[in-house]
């Protein structure tokens, strides 16, 4: 009688830690790129098509301590650009900032700036001013104090499509 008992808390603990789990986001990199392109054809950019020119994703994973990763994307000067942001696989926890420095760099500048928990999942960034030969994208992912640093949080990830005109 006892170790039904036992066996069935045992099978209630157990169901109750899996219910619980960690979310797991769908990190398609195809779907989520093409749902950028989409923003490339529209209207109000005055009748002409950006040009797709490159994709970068990067897949999150959350530790104890804060961290960010910076990416550099090349770029030509005289070409208008359009940045799209997709965060629909990315987890709340994660600020994306575009820059025209890198971050060694104290005279920089923050040109655009998206939280993956912002209520639009799709964000675009046309810059105003001319930009030099790259930009500057800083993902910066907050600390997660119970996160177990050898078997890291999924935090999805987050895709950037360029598009230039």
Known sequence: MINKKIAALFL???CAILAKGQQTYDCNQNVLKDTCKFYFNLAEYGGEPYHFDCANSLPVKFIRKEQVKEIQIPIFSGEKYLFVFNTYALAPGVKIDVWDKPMEDSKRENLFSVKSSDAAKINR????KKLRDRVYIDYTIDAHPNAN???PEDGGCGVIVVGFK
């Open 12 to 14: 209630l603990v157990s």
């Open 125 to 128: 960034f046309i810059p105003k």
């Open 149 to 151: 640093d050898n078997s």
